[in-house]
Every structure is written in structure tokens, then in C-alpha cells.
């Protein structure tokens, strides 16, 4: 059982930055792959990122590649979301969400899936205005 707790999320102009943490309560941190999603008012889950086990490999929607960087500190058993050049279409609730990695080289298949992912935050809001 993995416990995650979200934080950093807030109000900010559209352009601003934020950089959201998700702690996680496992002395395996480093075993589970990890995912950011978010959710609007009145939409569907969506992937924005995603990090493999012990880092090797990230992956993003095409709605935030080169605005959002994705990252684990393993001493800290935390993952972080830096959110840079924010757009209003950004406001949503996000959450991050865990599963163990079994390295059977399937990552690739469900990265973005939010049925893969067994262990979720409660999620934190985030809103930028125009």
C-alpha cells in the first residue's frame, strides 16, 4: 500500500510557474512508476506526465512537452511536476498516482492509463486565469 499526498498546487496568472510534489509514503519509492494527471470541471482524466521506475524514462502529453518537466528525488521518496509558461487550459485538479514497476518492458503500453494506476492522491487544484 502506497500513500500519496499532493502539495503546491494554487492560483496563478496565465505565463506563471508552479511546481507540484506528490510524497510517498514506501520505502520502495524507487520500484514504482509514477504518473501526473489532472482532471477539469466537466472533463475527463487526462495523462499530462509520466516517469518510469528509477527515472530512466519520461513521457508527456503533447499539450505541455517542453513547458512541464517531470522528476523523482529518491532520497525524498517525492515526485515533483515544474509547471513553467502555465495557459488557462491548465486549470484542473491533479493528482499523481503509483504503481509497483515489474519491468516486464510494458511501460510503454499503459503510461497513461489511468486504470494501470492502483495508488492515487487526493489531488490538488490548480488555476490560471487569463
Known amino acids: 500500500q502506497v500513500h500519496l499526498v499532493e502539495s503546491g498546487g494554487g492560483s496563478v496568472q496565465a505565463g506563471g510557474s508552479l511546481r507540484l510534489s506528490c510524497a510517498a509514503s514506501?520505502?520502495?519509492?524507487?520500484?514504482?512508476?509514477m504518473g501526473w494527471f489532472r482532471q477539469a470541471p466537466g472533463k475527463e482524466r487526462e495523462g499530462v506526465a509520466c516517469?518510469?521506475?528509477?527515472?530512466?524514462?519520461?513521457y508527456y502529453a503533447d499539450s505541455v512537452k517542453g513547458r512541464f518537466t517531470i522528476s523523482n528525488d529518491n532520497s525524498k521518496n517525492t515526485l515533483y511536476l515544474h509547471m513553467n509558461s502555465l495557459k488557462p487550459e491548465a486549470t484542473a485538479r491533479y493528482s499523481c498516482?503509483?504503481?509497483?514497476?515489474?519491468?516486464?518492458?510494458?511501460?510503454?503500453?499503459?503510461?497513461?492509463?489511468?486504470?494501470?494506476?492502483?495508488?492515487w492522491g487526493q489531488g490538488t487544484p490548480v488555476t490560471v486565469s487569463s
Open positions: 498516482a503509483a504503481v509497483w514497476c515489474a519491468y516486464d518492458g510494458t511501460w510503454r503500453t499503459w503510461r497513461f492509463s489511468d486504470s494501470a494506476y492502483p495508488y
Open positions: 514506501t520505502s520502495t519509492y524507487s520500484r514504482y512508476s
Open positions: 516517469i518510469y521506475a528509477r527515472g530512466d524514462f519520461t
